[in-house]
């Protein structure tokens, strides 16, 4: 069983990595798209797996873009070095973010969130120096000169981050401490766990991975501006992928973030400026018909079918 | 010697004093009964024990230790071992894995030998089929779960408050049994309960709480008799 399971994962990942040699450009474009939103939704489940909801990840999406094309326009870094940097600089500011804000729970911390996504919007723009104001920066080049390939195998490597953090976080202590606190905190601390330390840990990590992503997305775009960087689209549209595809799992997000970018690249193409509405609609429909998302309805009718 | 010593320990909510000036010494051989009306401030008691509150005033010793300030994750650590009055099973996690949360950071083990350790707890318990969801077990399943979830985090001294209650006769015998059980693990018990005999049978001595203070104190015959005790509990005669 165990493995079969390894098997089946290598046989995926080989042919996802060999990608490029059956598909065109126009594939390998909607697959970096898919595979952002899909780093991002599985980042936002990650923390909501502690029962916290972050709708703060444009800004932390933002802050990784703007600290990548600086550094690597301002300083000279290899895009690569300085897209981990951009992580790296997303991380720190959530701890110290976190360190300050996470004695605050649910809706609270997600409302201390929304806001601080504005405030680094509100910020970026008005340091017209340094990050070039309202108008944005743009790159020479973009990343790899634009090569598809070499484009598509950096998001990919983005997403196997992300895929290979949730994986560890669930086959760790990580999960059962998230679990407690996610259930009843009154409990996990009765039970030794330190809640807040977890709480900022997983805030610093998830916000790594989304500062790690939106490097990757402004080197491969070749710009960064406030309005572009710290849109809306990057909180919402993944949180939309992980209801979807189903909470607190690795392969539900996964799932959602495959199904939605597909919809929305194919409605996108039927009914221009009218595909956010059916996008609206889809989500609606499976939020109100399968709360637990499709990997979690599946998973429970399969084991249901198995028990039987 | 004492295993945990409170000295003048208060709690107030607001304008409640829910503890007042409680002195209370647990022995580390022991099993305590902790008893009174409702509302007379056992949980809180308990809660501030085990760190959930603070103590407005007042100080708590655990083997000579200070604890007062320290938060409740350290005092699990170091010792302190709880359940609770309802329930609170952590749905998401199988029976076998809400007991492994007391022994991975309770006792700080690694998740295979956490994993033991519950196995070996759910056998002196007798919970069996490991893997079942915690939404489907019996209530008598449930407060052991609840018991080996606090085992796992190896106490010193171990709160057991109200694990009688909703249990039939027989399963009350089951569990009067268990208690003895852990005791004879060398585990200072610290027990709140309603139903009497349960005190009766289990108690070195007991303390008697109302309206957040200390009334009585000393082994059951005694204090059963004790005219303040048995005021408190069926009020003064008209």
Known sequence: MRISKTLLYLVIFIFLLTLPLYTGVYLLNVMDIILIYMALALSWDMLLRSGQISFGMAGLFGVGGYTAVLLHLNAGLNPIVS???????????????????LQLRGMYFAIVTLALAEIFRVIVRNLPDLTGGPEGTVLPSAIFAGNSTKT????????????????????????????????????????????????????????????????????????????????????????????????????????????????????????????????????????????????????????????? | MAVLKTENLT????????????????????????????????????????????????????????VSDQPAHKRCRLGIGRTFQLVRPLPGLSLLENIMVGALFGKGLGKEEARKKAEELCEFLGLSD?????????????????????????PKLLFLD???????????????????????????????????????????????????????????EEVSNDPRVITAYLGEEA
Request: glycine content about 12%; aromatic content about 10%.
């Open chain 1, 83 to 101: 897209i981990i940097l951009g992580g790296l600089a997303a991380g720190v500011l959530a701890w110290l973010i976190g360190v300050a804000v």
């Open chain 1, 152 to 308: 598509y195998w950096l998001t990919l490597s983005v997403a196997l981050v992300s895929v290979i953090t949730s994986e560890i976080f669930r086959c760790t202590r990580v999960h059962f401490a998230l679990t407690s606190i996610r259930n009843d905190e009154i409990v996990a601390k009765s039970s030794g766990i330190d809640v807040f330390k977890y709480l900022v840990f997983i805030f610093m990590v998830t916000s790594a991975i989304q500062g790690l992503t939106g490097g990757a997305y402004a080197h491969i775009y070749g710009f960064v501006s406030p309005e572009g960087s710290f849109s809306v689209d990057f909180t919402l549209l993944p949180i939309a992928m992980a209801l979807l595809g189903g909470m607190h799992s690795t392969w539900g997000p996964v799932v959602g973030a495959v199904l939605l970018g597909m919809v929305s690249e194919f409605l996108k193409l039927q009914i221009p400026y009218g595909h956010l509405l059916v996008y609206g609609l889809i989500i609606v429909i499976a939020i109100l018909f399968f709360p637990q998302g499709i990997v979690g309805t599946l998973g429970k009718n399969l084991k249901r079918a198995g028990g039987a």
């Open chain 2, 11 to 66: 709690r107030h909510f607001g304008g409640l004093v829910a503890l007042n000036g409680v002195n209370i010494e647990f022995r580390e051989d022991e099993i305590l009964g902790i008893i009174g009306p409702n509302g007379a401030g056992k949980t809180t008691f308990i809660n501030v024990i085990a760190g959930i509150y603070l103590p407005t005033r007042g100080k708590i010793f655990f083997n000579g230790e200070d």
């Open chain 2, 130 to 154: 490991f893997t079942r969801d915690v939404t489907r077990m019996t209530a008598l399943e449930i407060k052991k779960m609840e018991i080996a979830h606090a085992l796992a985090t190896q």
């Open chain 2, 162 to 220: 109200e694990v009688m209650a909703g249990l039939n006769g027989d399963e009350t015998m089951e569990m009067i049994d268990l208690v003895k059980k852990i005791h004879s693990r060398g585990i200072a018990i610290g027990i709140v309960e309603h139903v009497m005999r349960v005190i009766r049978e289990l108690t070195h001595r007991v303390v008697v709480l109302e309206w957040g203070e200390l009334i009585a104190e000393g082994p059951y």
